[in-house]
């Protein structure tokens, strides 16, 4: 037992140890042009598969999904915001979706291969490593189900069809809260992020990583890729100042969070598009760090 035990204990160690090399002497070609070996993809798409069928089983389906003006509200937001890189019936995806790597499938017949729950679940939160995005903090709860009502109906669709749809939607435009600067109308309480919609500090560190903060500032309690752009906000709530122009007060936070070209022209802070719900999460969250 000891000898088998010995064994298994270095067999381990030495594959730990040539993986540590593989990694360490950048032996996997990371690049988007040759992409992943089959099966790295493989292992990729059935790890996606399973987690978004086990993450999306208790959602329940609203009802009237494919009704007329569901379909039509999807179409918008499809045309707005999916066709560039996934394409559609006879139109091709734009140049940046030809070149994400893995390729973003057609969705011609996803309605075949996902569940409408699923499809919502994709949606609503992205796919890492893929160039999914997550749109819950881009759009509200209505149009993110409708995009599932018009990828129900998409499978029938010919060219022709599609177009003819597009058409029909021609002066409808599907505006993210960016744009808008408005809040989701749907209660907290029925959202499905993947935190815990009470817990105000979970909301506004997702808020911080969906706004790209943590792109450039290092923000305790939240895990990124050690960004150096702009300062870190460790301890922000100790501060007096906001980037020199502002008292450190809440109602201040916000409004810099909101509109930091406004506030200090020429700033490298840009304007991320933050709503005044999410810019009021953020604000609390980092004034109460210490």
């Known amino acids: 037992m000891r000898t088998v035990l010995w064994t ?5 160690g030495a594959a730990l140890a ?3 090399a593989f990694i360490y002497f950048g032996l996997y070609d990371i690049s988007s042009v040759t992409g992943h070996t089959q099966p790295v993809y493989s292992l990729m798409e059935v790890t996606m598969k399973r987690s978004v069928q086990v993450r999306s ?3 329940p389906v609203p009802q009237g999904l494919t009704a007329p003006e569901v379909v039509a509200r999807g179409a918008a937001c499809f045309r707005d915001h999916c066709v560039q890189c996934h394409g559609g019936p006879g139109v091709a995806q734009n140049d940046i979706g030809k070149s994400l790597q893995p390729l973003p499938g057609p969705l011609v017949d996803a309605a075949r291969r996902w569940q409408p729950q699923e499809l919502y679940w994709i949606t609503r939160h992205g796919i890492k490593m893929s160039g999914m995005p997550a749109w819950q903090m881009r759009l509200p ?3 993110l189900w409708a995009v599932v009502g018009f990828l129900e ?6 060219p022709a069809d599609y177009q003819a749809r597009m058409a029909a939607v021609a ?3 599907c505006l993210t809260f960016s ?13 499905r992020p993947p935190v815990d919609p009470t817990n105000p500090d979970d909301v506004a560190k997702l808020a911080l990583r969906q706004y790209a903060c943590t792109a450039c500032h290092t923000v305790p309690g939240t895990i990124d890729s050690a960004p150096q752009v702009g300062p870190p906000l460790a301890g922000f709530g100790q501060r007096t100042m906001i980037a020199g122009q502002l008292p450190n007060t809440e109602d201040h936070l916000v409004a810099w969070l909101m509109a930091p070209q406004r506030i200090k022209p020429g700033t490298a802070m840009p304007d991320m598009g933050v709503t005044p719900e999410h810019a009021r999460q953020m604000a609390r969250y980092l004034r109460a760090l210490r």
Request: hydrophobic share 45%.
């Open 141 to 143: 709860e209505r149009d």
């Open 153 to 158: 109906a998409l499978p029938l669709l010919s």
């Open 57 to 59: 089983a208790d959602i």
């Open 18 to 20: 040539g993986a540590a």
């Open 171 to 173: 002066g409808q435009p």
């Open 179 to 191: 744009q808008t600067r408005a809040a989701d109308p749907v209660p907290p309480a029925v959202r």
């Open 8 to 12: 298994l204990l270095t067999a381990a």
